[in-house]
Every structure is written in structure tokens, then in C-alpha cells.
């Protein structure tokens, strides 16, 4: 999308002469909007699911809440990949109540209504009494969701059948995974445990914050100082990186800021030992990527957003970020760690360590975060203003839909064309195939 006019709708208000964009509050506090977002957009996006080696083995399975559906995950007797509805197809029962666990079968506790992992109804409980045409066209078969598909082993589900697949979708930021499968010839592997919590606040503002460099500085003040004071007596590089749109409401953020890598950036609160370790790593990224791509893979922090509610960072450690909205004021935010398969115990615990010290539910910066949030969501409920505001780099000709690039970490495109599409939606815009267009006024 180029701006090239001034537009106006439910959402959004862009005025070129005054270098003004912003967003209709009540995207994050009308209730009938947040139904209406979750019928004309959750329910037809691809949503995180899960990571390959979470069920590495035949008839591994996993159950896993997306949006308000749990959804079981088998890796079946042919070692393929399922996505069905956690509900046995007699009464309705939840089949499987472990979150995870390896199983050649799934019996439902109710009345024992049998499954294979792949989906078919294998036995009816106790024998007799049904016709035995009964099942002839499996309409009692576990039922799978409509599409699932995986990008570098990040699964992704879509609930709809009707939409473009999981590739189109990503476009350029199917680039950004795949950059992720290089930190290891070995692979990436989910680390055993889960950061779960619930905040009172519209998912689409963990969106925003996170991929948000301008909030930095006022908010994450005592991380900074933190920072400085381990780091004093070393070269550091000024903070620098830049945000790029990505099309399709996708976004990605790049910095330098010196937080530790345990990818190859050693930090001195790690020791001596780890420090050998990591020169090692990185001397074996260049190696095998490379010069110019071996220091951008040690150096580099990125955070991107794939529309609309999957977070992938890749600093202090690699975390995929998902939400399940509960109501337009409050979501579950789930958090997985990951880590290079066979890495060495020493470096797996400066990564959880960094992890944690930073983005942790008690680290420097998501108690932080979590109350900005909040109480920009009471902030709403007071009603009586009625926008917000994300100018910060905006200009006429800005296209949020074909990899723009802003040079200042702290502008506000990587938040712009998240709301371009969101707007392009819920308002029953043209397909992903014609966003490069003129912006016409549109009636309020």
C-alpha cells in the first residue's frame, strides 16, 4: 500500500499534509470489534502451532490451545503430521487431556471410542449394538483442521480453507524464518518448558510493543544502565538497526544493541569459559557461512511479527511469541525458548539465563512491558479521545507492502502496515494480489 491520498475509515486516519497516521481505539476496546476481528481475521490467518521437535517421533502428540479451539498434534505410524480438533467424534469429549506424550492409540475416557494417530476411528467402545454400515464413510474420524503447514519446521494452522497458503501468506517474512535455521547445522529445538501468563490488554498491543524501538529508552531505562555497567571498559556499538514492512502486515526489526547473543556474542557476566566456547561458535559460523553472513547471524538481534498474533525473536535467545485472545481486554501470552540441537550444556545455560534476565516473566523488561500495556488498556476504557497515534517516520509515497525500509529503529512503519492490512480486512479490502494501489477516501 503507497500512500498517495488521505484516507479515512472505521480504523484508520491518514492525513499526508499533516504527516499523520493513526488508529481508531476502538480496535482495542469495542467488544462487537473484537468478535468481528475474529471472524473476518483469526479464524482465516495462519497461527503458530507448534516446532518439529516437539513431536519428533511416531506417534508423538501434543494438545495445543489456538484461538479458543485446542488442537491435538500427532505424528502418526507413517511419521506425517496432523492437526485435528481435540474432540472425539462420539459425544464430543476432550480425547486426549495430556499436553503431551507418545501414544499408538487415543482412547477417549468417556466411552472408550478408539483412535490411531492418524485421525481413523479404530473401535467403538464395547462391541454391538451399531450398524456395521455405520462408518463406512469415516464421518466419525477425528476431523482435522483445514490447512497445516510448516515453514523450516515452524507449524502453522489456518481454520479456513479458502485463503492463500502458508508461503503466499509469509512472503518476505518466510526469509526471516529461514534465516533462523542458520544459527546451527545441526537444527533448532524447543527447550522443555513454557512462559504463560495472562494480561489485561488487547493482544494487538504486545504486537505493537514488541516490535516498538521507540519505547526503549523511557521504559526499559534500568536494563539500559544495567547494560552499561556490565559492559564498562568494552567496545560497544552504538544502538543502531532499522524497521522494515514486510507486506501482508508483517514486520521486522533489526538492531545492534550488545545484549549477549549465546549464538556467538559473549557478555562478560557469562565468564571465561563460555567465552572460549562462543569464539569457537562463531568461528565456525564463519566458516560455514562465511564472513559478511557469519557476523550478521553472531550480531544481529531481530524481532519480527507475522500478522496477526506470532512474534519470533532472535536476541538474547530465539523465542516464538503466540497470544490467545480471551476478550478485547485480555489475552494468554505463551512463550517457547529454542535452542541449537546438541548444544553445549555451558552455552544452554547462558541462554536460558538470558532469556529469562531480560524477557522472563520477572526480567528487566516484561513486567515493564506488561504494565505499559495495561494501562494503556485502562487508558481506553476511559473513553472520550478517540485515536492513537503511530506518525513517528510516516511520509507520502510510504509502502507498507513491498519491504520499505526506515533507517531509524525508533519509526513506526513496522506498526503501519500491521494496521494496513488489519484495516484492508476487516474492511472487505482487495485480495494480498492488489494492495499495491492508489488510496482513495473511503466512507466512514
Not at 133 to 140: C, S, V
Not at 236 to 242: D, E, K, Q, T, Y
Request: proline residues 4%; hydrophobic residues 35%; negative net charge.
Amino acid at each position: 500500500m503507497a500512500w498517495s491520498e488521505n484516507y479515512r475509515s472505521r480504523f484508520l486516519d491518514v492525513d499526508l499534509d499533516k504527516g499523520r497516521f493513526r488508529v481508531s481505539r476502538t480496535a482495542f476496546s469495542d467488544p462487537a470489534v473484537f468478535q468481528e476481528e475474529k471472524e473476518k481475521i483469526l479464524y482465516r490467518s495462519w497461527l503458530y502451532l507448534g516446532h518439529e521437535s516437539e513431536f519428533p517421533n511416531r506417534n508423538d502428540f501434543l494438545v495445543r490451545q489456538v484461538l479458543d479451539a485446542e488442537i491435538l498434534v500427532t505424528r502418526d505410524s507413517q511419521l506425517r503430521v496432523n492437526a485435528f480438533y481435540n474432540t472425539c467424534g462420539h459425544r464430543g469429549a476432550l480425547l486426549c487431556r495430556e499436553r503431551a506424550g507418545n501414544k499408538a492409540l487415543l482412547t477417549c475416557p468417556y466411552h472408550a471410542w478408539t483412535y490411531r494417530t492418524d485421525g481413523s476411528l479404530l473401535t467403538r467402545g464395547k462391541v454391538g449394538g451399531y450398524c456395521k454400515e455405520m462408518d463406512d464413510d469415516r464421518a466419525y474420524d477425528l476431523k482435522p483442521v483445514a490447512q497445516l503447514a510448516q515453514r523450516g519446521g515452524f507449524y502453522f494452522v489456518n481454520f479456513s480453507a479458502d485463503t492463500p497458503t502458508l508461503d503466499e501468506h509469509l512472503g518476505k517474512a518466510g526469509e526471516w524464518i529461514d534465516t533462523l535455521l542458520e544459527h546451527s547445522a545441526e537444527g533448532l529445538e524447543v527447550i522443555s518448558g513454557l512462559q504463560e501468563y495472562q494480561i489485561r490488554a488487547n493482544y494487538k498491543l504486545m504486537c505493537e510493543n514488541s516490535m516498538d524501538g521507540y519505547h526503549l529508552v523511557p521504559t526499559h531505562g534500568s536494563y539500559l544502565d544495567y547494560q552499561r555497567h556490565m559492559l564498562k571498559g568494552m567496545e560497544v556499538p552504538s544502538l543502531g538497526g532499522h524497521v522494515i514492512a514486510l507486506g501482508n502486515g508483517h514486520s521486522g526489526l533489526q538492531s545492534n544493541l550488545a545484549v549477549g547473543r549465546p549464538i556467538a556474542q559473549w557478555m562478560p557476566s557469562w565468564g571465561e569459559p563460555a567465552r572460549t566456547l562462543i569464539e569457537q561458535k562463531k568461528e565456525e559460523l564463519v566458516g560455514r557461512l562465511g564472513q559478511e553472513r557469519g557476523e550478521f547471524i553472531a550480531n544481529t538481534n531481530r524481532i519480527f511479527c507475522l500478522f496477526p498474533l506470532t512474534l519470533i525473536l532472535d536476541s538474547q535467545s530465539i523465542q516464538v511469541r503466540t497470544m490467545v485472545p480471551i476478550a478485547h481486554d485480555r489475552m494468554i501470552s505463551r512463550i517457547w525458548l529454542f535452542g541449537a540441537v546438541n548444544e553445549d550444556p555451558e552455552i544452554r545455560r547462558v541462554r536460558l539465563e538470558g532469556a529469562l534476565s531480560f524477557l522472563g516473566p520477572g526480567g528487566f523488561a516484561t513486567p515493564d512491558d506488561v504494565e505499559m500495556l495495561e494501562i494503556s488498556q485502562r487508558g481506553y476504557a476511559i473513553g472520550g479521545v478517540e485515536w492513537n497515534d503511530i506518525s513517528k517516520g510516516f511520509h507520502a509515497g510510504e509502502d507498507t507492502a513491498d519491504g520499505e525500509l526506515d533507517q531509524h529503529i525508533d519509526n513506526e512503519i513496522q506498526m503501519r502496515t500491521y494496521w494496513v492490512e488489519y484495516d484492508r480486512i476487516m474492511n472487505d479490502g482487495p485480495s494480498h494480489d492488489a494492495q499495491n494501489v492508489r488510496v482513495t477516501e473511503a466512507a466512514l
